[in-house]
């Protein structure tokens, strides 16, 4: 197991748990608890845990694994539910895009798909829509750097206030901007997903952009591992009303299909 591995391990068990014990760890990773000390000291030195004797605590209650150590949970269905989202939009259209490892991998397909400057538009009726090939709207600083080098895709970066752990855009700055576009499709990623209360996320900073996010387009489109199905978080994004798609992979149970299909929201499993 690499370093990388190691600390991507260690930091799902620090935010699963809230604390981690040194032999517990090395037990778990089948590593010496040197390793694991060496490991915790220096995740310290990055301020992605607090270190105490014997172990390791989160930073607070509300403990979020920064983005770069997320992208690999759950990848080979993340870009599955991306492909699938990609292919949802049309030539010409102007998407939203808020922040997460899943809406990275939208973007990133959305690149792939619109790679010759139009995408396929067989099918479609009328001529193929002037202007660039799509227009791109997001919070998400790494996703808007991304796409800034392919020029067939307009981009259009919030502004705001950046949160180093998930490299989005908030603040006034990125309402005011919200507040001036008009959407016709946003792909959200969400960090949990239940019948009663909605989408959420983390944050109630980013929950607050993507919510603005859904108020301004005309089709809301939820990407989502299933493993968050069922899954709180601190703050509501919006209710499943407001929904018309959720894209997600086939480990979704059908308790909660039925569930959202009678909330009026589509599920599409890949």
């Known amino acids: 197991m690499s370093k990388h591995e190691r600390w991507n391990t260690l930091l799902e068990l620090l935010a699963a748990s809230g604390k981690l014990e040194v032999e ?11 390793t694991i000390r060496r490991d915790l000291d220096e995740l310290a030195e990055q301020q992605l845990l607090i270190r105490t004797r014997g172990g390791a605590v989160a930073h607070g209650v509300s403990y979020e694994l920064p983005l770069r150590y997320k992208s690999t949970r759950h990848a080979a269905e993340k870009r599955r539910i991306a492909e699938a989202a990609a292919d949802l939009i049309a030539p010409g259209e102007v998407v939203g895009l808020n922040g997460g490892t899943t809406t990275t991998e939208v973007a990133r397909a959305l690149a792939l798909r619109f790679a010759s400057g139009r995408a396929d538009t067989a099918g479609t009726a009328g001529p193929a829509p002037s202007g660039p090939a799509l227009t791109v709207v997001t919070n998400a600083l790494n996703i808007a750097g991304e796409l800034a080098v392919r020029p067939q895709i ?14 989005e ?52 489109v939820v990407v989502t591992d299933s493993s968050k199905m069922g899954r709180r978080a601190f703050a509501r994004i919006c209710g499943l009303d407001r929904i018309d798609l959720l894209v ?13 299909t009678e909330a009026g929201v589509k599920v599409l499993t890949v």
Not at 24 to 33: K, R
Request: hydrophobic residues 50%.
């Open 24 to 34: 517990e760890a090395a037990t778990a990773l089948d590593v010496s608890a040197a």
């Open 154 to 167: 307009k981009i259009v970066a919030t502004g705001g206030v950046a949160r180093p752990q998930t490299y």
């Open 169 to 220: 855009l908030v603040g006034p700055l990125t309402v005011g901007v919200l507040n001036e576009v008009v959407l016709d499709v946003v792909v959200l990623g969400v960090d949990g997903v239940d019948p009663g209360l909605g989408v959420m996320a983390h944050q109630e900073d980013e929950a607050s952009i993507s919510r603005l996010f859904a108020e301004r387009a005309s089709r809301v």
């Open 248 to 260: 997600t992979d086939t480990g979704i149970d059908a308790e909660a299909v039925a569930e959202l």
